[in-house]
């Protein structure tokens, strides 16, 4: 079974531009998380799509955002790049079960993507 | 607030000897998860063992084992038999009603494994 895949692997850009990273969840899992590991920070959980819908955002400004498509997989858009994006991005996706016990839900995770801005 | 504590920023071990590698949780939902992940040099996060907060064992999976103690509030990852495919940075997470699906993790433990 294939796991997580997420592209590019490695990705340099220069303050103010904008980057998409992309990311393809495990075959029968319907929901992603996107995740930002910088250097001094640990792991900080950016956002979580299920279903096509964005379900939770974690404390990142508005020019962090995504979407789902059909077919599950999903983008990581980051708009005006600042120096203190440079980061890995890591995606994982999980099987949905029941809602209520979603805190049970285990997630896997990609290889991530390192952005770093210049 | 949730919170994830991992006190021991690097560990050291020889092969075959076991370690343990310690975290403390803070949460007031009677409903969680604690996880524990891998993550080698090469950037993956590897997902190693899962222990429910109403889970009455302790979790196993191979060489690895959760040692979780409801009351201290501590979820210690054991690893048996140590090898050097085991020297990475661990990270031990939690997730609970009110974060959703949304893992909090600590700051890992860096552990290296010696011949």
């Known amino acids: 079974e294939a796991g997580v895949t997420q592209s590019p692997t490695h990705l340099i850009k220069t303050r103010g531009q904008q980057v998409t990273l992309r990311c393809s969840p495990i075959s029968g899992h319907t929901s992603v998380y996107w995740y930002q590991q910088a250097l001094g920070l640990g792991l900080q959980f950016l956002l979580w799509y299920d279903e096509g819908e964005e379900r939770n955002r974690g404390n990142f400004p508005p020019r962090f955002s995504g979407r789902q498509f059909p077919n599950y997989s999903s983008e990581l858009n980051v708009n005006a790049l600042e120096l203190e994006d440079s980061a890995l991005y890591l995606c994982a996706s999980s099987p949905r079960r029941v809602a209520s016990r979603s805190y049970t839900d285990t997630q896997y995770f990609g290889p991530g993507t390192r952005l770093t801005v210049l | ?115």
């Not at chain 2, 071990?13 to 939902?29: F, H, I, P, R």
């Not at chain 2, 048996?80 to 699906?101: K, P, R, V």
Request: with cysteine; net charge negative.
């Open chain 2, 1 to 115: 607030a949730q919170k994830i504590t991992q006190t021991q920023p690097g560990m050291f071990v020889q092969e075959k000897e076991a370690v343990t590698l310690d975290c403390t949780y803070d949460t007031s939902d009677p409903s969680y998860g604690l996880f524990w992940y891998k993550q080698p040099s090469s950037g993956e996060m590897i997902f190693l063992i899962y222990q429910g907060s109403y889970d009455q064992q302790n979790a196993t999976e191979g060489r690895y084992s959760l040692n979780f103690q409801k009351a201290r509030k501590s979820a210690n990852l054991v690893i048996s038999a140590s090898q050097l495919g085991d020297s990475a940075m661990y990270f031990c997470a939690m997730s609970d009603n009110q974060a959703g699906t949304a893992l909090i993790f600590g700051k890992g433990t860096t552990l290296s494994v010696s011949s």
